[in-house]
């Protein structure tokens, strides 16, 4: 390790500046301006111990790699964004798409799914990956009868616009 990330609460993680580099635009801006005389260095963060394990858990392969939940998706999406890691935001993304969305499509309660839903159209949103949303609103779509979205057609409208109503309501079956 030549890399010691010092976090706001002050536990030390010792890395390796390729990987940091590798993942992360903001690591390889960084450490570009670090003497090369200098065989270790220390680089203070402003996230606490927690998150800085989460973020290097999702860029060290296993068996440190970090398993992306709902649980956990938007704090690896806000920490990617801060720190340009761009593969780890991807990463997030295709497990919202891959994992998530249909995991909630099996699922029949309402009152948990579509907050969950809503919650990855607004990842996808803030976070432009369009392919997600798009996602998002076609399971919308596929389960506007199931769920009985009919009747919150008025608390949709607070939170899609009307391109995307129009695409949730050419997705119903």
Avoid at 130 to 159: H, I, N, S, Y
Wanted: with cysteine; charged share 20%.
């Amino acid at each position: 390790a030549d890399v010691t990330l010092v976090s706001s609460d002050g536990r030390r993680f010792y890395c390796h500046s390729v990987m940091l580099q590798l993942w992360s635009g903001l690591f390889q801006e960084l450490l570009a301006f670090v003497d090369e005389m200098q065989h270790t260095w220390e680089l203070p963060v402003t996230d606490v111990a927690s998150d800085v394990l989460l973020l290097l858990g999702c860029m060290y392969p296993h068996p440190a790699r970090v398993e992306i939940t709902m649980a956990n998706c938007e704090k690896i999406f806000h920490l990617g964004d801060k720190y340009e890691a761009q593969d780890m935001m991807l990463r997030a993304a295709r497990y919202l798409a891959d994992t998530a969305i249909p995991t909630i499509m099996e699922k029949n309660s309402r009152d948990t799914t579509i907050p969950r839903v809503l919650e990855c159209l607004r990842i996808a949103k803030k976070y432009s990956y369009p392919w997600l949303g798009t996602a998002c609103l076609q399971l919308l779509g596929r389960k506007f009868f199931d769920w009985g979205l009919r009747g919150d057609l008025p608390k949709l409208l607070e939170v899609l616009d009307s391109s995307q109503l129009m695409q949730v309501m050419q997705s119903i079956p």
